[in-house]
């Protein structure tokens, strides 16, 4: 390989090491040309071959050396010319272009995959998904379809072949109250039919009323639904002409004056119908002005119940003059009116005039005072009938239970007692102790929100353990006990054999009183108390072992159901209570006993 004279001659390729060294040494080849036999014309060409490439090699050099070799008159030999492999020829244009495109379509299939998973199969496996959901609700709401007419059909099944239907708590709405009732057409058999807390409104009631005349209810409740002025307005129309209805209830509906005017109507009309309840609605002095008419013309109805409304002391009035013309009505139920004493003074009056009895007398929540006390009191010893008396929540004090006192004495039939949150203090507790003492006829006192204290729970509970027969039920929740008063009521547990319910809630009785409650649950004979109410008396887990160690002791007097919720019992306490739970089970052969923590 020779060098090349020159930097800027230029490389051509080669075929051969062989092939260089004769043309360097001047030889012939088939393949080479020899020098002597250029022309200037054979450089303009570009160098194809090697024998060109070397041609054009020496003429450059013989050129650039011809100045300097002129003056000496000497012949310079070609000087060796290495050649480079050079890189290989760049590819033509069409090559090249079909290369680019390649390129192009492979970015752009790239770009477009990657568009692909990005969107379009999101938006696919989407629309798979959804179409698989709806799928499924379909088959499922088919099949919710298929078990709601399944039970509707029940709910008919049951009308048509039971005296007594309790449908309360269903669910039904309208269009299932519009489907069941279908079988209460011309059926006699079922004459009990409670459908309480279903959602029903005026297209439920449309349905009701269409077989209401030839069927054979005599009870219907409709309580706690939709009824409103508009279901109100339906029913009076079929109550006018209705002698087969007895009892009605409408508590909780909605309905206002508008509906009250309309089943005052109906109510004048009707001559069979005995308790109707309006309790809980929204009747204001019209409404209760247009059933005043109808209760002072009625015959037949002997239960009025009007609680939780908006009478008022002259809604009141309006009630007490339709009720001194009323000889029927024996159970009167008006708490939470705001009557007043006024109201209170004249409704008292109105039922003193009367040839009729009373047996019921709810004036709870009615801020009475002291006046009222003594009105009801002159009720009292008017009517010796009276059996269920509520005075809760007003405010007659001690006082008005020493104004009750000879009422309540005289009164031997009285069966249930409600004197609670009347502000009843120790000295109201002892003239309400020699009262009832002996009282046989007495079932339930209900003493709670009173400030007792352990002198006046002690008084009460001296009359409690031997002196009340027939008393199943004692309250004496939120009477400032605390653990003083909790010693009586541990007297009580050991000596009476009646109770069978016990309210004891909010006494701050803590460890201390759950302990003593305790000793007397240890001892207690009876085996009738059920009920025993502890919750909110800031037991901990002491307290809560003491309970749980005497129900193991007195595994058949445990009671079936023991409160103690909204205490401090912590995770030790209720193991121990649930233990005590398991072998009151064991022990007492399956008796079961709940605990509410």
């Known amino acids: 390989v020779m060098e090349a004279p020159d930097a800027s001659m230029p490389v051509f ?75 290989p020829a760049p590819q033509t244009s069409s090559n090249s272009n079909v290369g680019n495109l390649f390129i192009a379509a492979g970015i752009g299939a790239a770009v477009l995959f990657a568009l692909y998973r990005q969107f379009f199969a999101s938006k696919i496996k989407t629309a798979i998904s959804g179409t698989s959901q709806v799928v499924t609700q379909n088959i499922s709401n088919k099949q919710l379809m298929k078990d709601a007419v399944g039970r509707l059909n029940e709910f008919t099944d049951r009308l048509r072949n039971t005296p007594s239907a309790d449908l309360s708590a269903q669910n039904l709405g309208d269009e299932g109250t519009a489907y069941v009732v279908e079988g209460l057409a ?18 439920g009631i449309a349905a009701l009323c269409q077989v209401l005349p030839t069927c054979g209810v005599q009870t219907l409740s409709l309580s706690t639904n939709s009824v409103g002025d508009e279901g109100a307005e339906l029913l009076a129309q079929k109550l006018s002409s209705n002698a087969v209805l007895r009892t009605l209830d409408l508590s909780q509906n909605g309905i206002g004056d508008k509906g009250a005017r309309a089943l005052a109507e109906g109510l004048k009309l009707n ?11 929204a009747i204001d002095v019209e409404g209760i002005t247009a059933l005043a008419e109808a209760v002072a013309a009625s015959t037949s109805l002997e239960i009025l119940c009007l ?29 939470g009116n705001e009557l007043g004493d006024a109201a209170v003074k004249a409704i008292c009056d109105a039922l003193i005039g009367r040839e009729c009895e009373i047996h019921v007398l709810d004036l709870g929540n009615n801020s009475m005072s002291e006046q009222g006390g003594a009105a009801i009191a002159r009720l009292m010893h008017a009517k010796k009938t009276l059996k269920d008396l509520n005075l809760y929540m007003n405010d007659i004090g001690n006082a008005g239970v020493s104004t009750l006192a000879s009422a309540l004495y005289e ?37 709670g929100y009173n400030p ?63 302990i003593i409650l305790g000793r007397g649950l240890k001892t207690m ?57 398991d072998m009151v089970y064991e022990m007492a052969k399956g008796k079961m006993t709940t605990i509410h923590f």
Not at 271 to 281: E, I
Not at 423 to 447: F, M, R, T, W, Y
Request: aromatic share 2%; glycine share 10%.
């Open 13 to 87: 390729p080669t075929r051969s090491r062989c092939s260089l060294l004769r043309a360097a040494a001047g030889q012939n080849d088939s393949s080479i040309s020899s020098p002597s036999t250029a022309t200037p014309s054979d450089q303009s060409p570009a160098p194809t071959t090697v024998s060109e490439a070397v041609r054009v090699a020496r003429n450059a050099s013989s050129t650039g050396t011809s100045s300097s070799n002129a003056g000496t008159g000497s012949s310079t030999a070609a000087r060796p010319v290495r050649l480079v492999k050079p890189a």
């Open 186 to 203: 011309f059926n006699s058999g079922c004459v009990s039919l409670n459908l309480a807390n279903n959602g029903i409104g005026r297209v």
């Open 271 to 281: 001559t069979t119908l005995m308790h109707l309840d309006l309790s809980g609605n």
């Open 307 to 335: 609680s939780d409304n908006y009478l008022g002391e002259k809604g009141g009035m309006v009630l007490a003059e339709a009720l001194t013309a009323n000889k029927s009505i024996k159970h009167l139920a008006i708490k």
């Open 411 to 447: 009164n031997k039939k009285l069966a249930h007692l409600d004197l609670g949150g009347n502000n009843i203090g120790p000295e109201g507790a002892k003239s309400l102790a020699k009262v009832i003492k002996g009282h046989d006829a007495l079932q339930s006192l209900e003493l």
């Open 452 to 514: 007792l204290g352990a002198e006046g729970t002690q008084t009460i509970v001296d009359v409690c353990k031997f002196d009340l027969k027939g008393l199943t039920t004692l309250k004496l929740g939120w009477c400032k006990l605390g653990p003083a008063g909790a010693r009586a009521i541990g007297e009580l547990l050991m000596y009476n054999t009646t109770l069978t319910a016990l309210d004891l809630r909010g006494n701050a009785l803590g460890n201390d009183g759950a």
């Open 525 to 581: 004979e009876s085996l009738k108390l059920a009920e025993l109410d502890l919750g909110y008396n800031e037991i901990k887990d002491d307290g809560a072992c003491a309970i749980a160690n005497a129900l193991k002791a007195n595994t058949a007097g445990a009671p079936r159901d023991i409160r103690l919720n909204s205490n401090y019992i912590t995770r030790f306490g209720q193991v121990a209570l649930s233990e005590a739970v």
